[in-house]
């Protein structure tokens, strides 16, 4: 009867998720992927505390590899840290399935495959060989970054696989634009007058913004602000773990730099941004309170408006701007793409 609950359970989630996101294989989906993987392997480089590697196999003309890291104990990483990888409740080991910890979203690399359903079923095949090998060594396995186009599979894998709701990631479609202009007529107008709002704010107030590559000054310049936001949204870290953590994010694959937000002569906001090939990161946002300035229109410039003009600068066809805060990126344009923590080996 408790195995007949479970599966109830798993097919209820799966109906969920197949409606809420069409979950297409885009050239921008493979391209996220192909760079989540490359992250992973990077940080697990740079970091004793975690291991990295991948399972492959083949079906046809098929070929897949999928990542897996591995913690090598959960109680070596902070509260904070834990709490945002969905590890509160465990002890000892875990394997990611997917990888995930250093985009904050799953990867998988699949090719010479004709439709989706070819797909499914070579990365099901994946995920159930990455699930055996890890439950010889860790003591869980999941999947705390989990995209809803790849979750039928994992399911497929792991039917018993306890799921839950984890944030929304969102995604910038930009194109081939010549500037600003261009590309605010590519949008709806209801998405377009958001951005003008946000530009005609920022031309009332005198914002303006730059672009710097990292160095130790800005770094330290960047880390109190991205601290004190931290702390803002429940997270215990100091203006030195913050800046050790960019110094190693440097080390990691892409041209690294900040956009800063200026306002009379003084930097009011940083955001944490890479090119990869023709995408763009932004993330990490660092806020200086600052006396006469209402901080949600900080944000909308340092957070939204500075970057989308960096990425126009630079070439980039889309701004990836990841999980959190999604209401103003979705009502901006942006693409949300349902993100899910996966016990794929749950205790019974």
């Known amino acids: 009867m408790a195995r007949r609950r479970t599966r109830v359970a798993v097919e209820r989630t799966y109906e969920m998720v197949s409606t809420a996101f069409p979950g297409a294989v885009t050239e921008s989906v493979m391209a996220r992927n192909a760079l989540a993987m490359t992250d992973d392997r990077a940080l697990c480089s740079l970091d004793p505390r975690l291991d990295y590697f991948e399972v492959q196999t083949r079906a046809g003309r ?3 590899r999928l990542p897996v890291v591995m913690v090598k104990q959960v109680e070596s990483l902070n509260d904070d840290y ?16 997917g990888g995930g910890p250093a985009r904050l979203r799953s990867g998988s690399s699949l090719t010479g495959i004709g439709h989706d359903e070819e797909r499914r079923e070579l990365l099901a095949t994946l995920v159930t060989e990455a699930v055996s090998r890890a439950a010889q060594t860790a003591d869980a396995v999941l999947s705390p970054f989990l995209t809803v186009t790849d979750l039928p599979a994992y399911l497929d ?67 109190a602000g991205i601290a004190s936001v ?106 949300g793409e349902d993100t899910y923590f996966a016990d794929l080996l749950p205790a019974t």
């Open 62 to 64: 098929g070929r897949g």
């Open 82 to 97: 834990r709490r945002y990888l969905g590890l509160t409740s465990h002890q000892g080991s875990a394997a990611f399935i």
């Open 157 to 223: 894998a792991a039917p018993s696989a306890s799921v839950r709701e984890h944030g929304v990631w969102c995604t910038l479609e930009i194109g081939e634009v010549a500037g600003i202009e261009d590309f605010l007529q590519s949008l709806p107008a209801k998405r377009r007058r958001h951005w003008n709002r946000d530009i005609s704010e920022a031309g009332e107030l005198g914002l303006e913004h730059d672009v710097v590559p990292f160095s130790d000054e800005v770094v330290a310049e960047a880390a």
């Open 230 to 335: 931290s702390q803002r949204n429940g997270m215990n870290e100091s203006a030195d773990l913050v800046g050790w953590r960019i110094k190693n994010y440097r080390r990691r694959p892409g041209k690294h730099f900040f956009v800063r937000t200026w306002w009379r002569g003084n930097v009011i906001a940083h955001m944490l941004c890479r090119m990869f090939d023709d995408t763009m990161d932004a993330h990490t946002l660092g806020i200086v309170d600052t006396a006469g300035l209402d901080r949600g229109t900080v944000y909308h410039f340092g957070c939204l408006l500075g970057p989308l003009r960096a990425a126009i600068d630079r070439g980039a066809c889309r701004l990836e701007l990841g999980i959190g805060h999604d209401s103003p990126k979705l009502r901006r344009g942006c693409t």
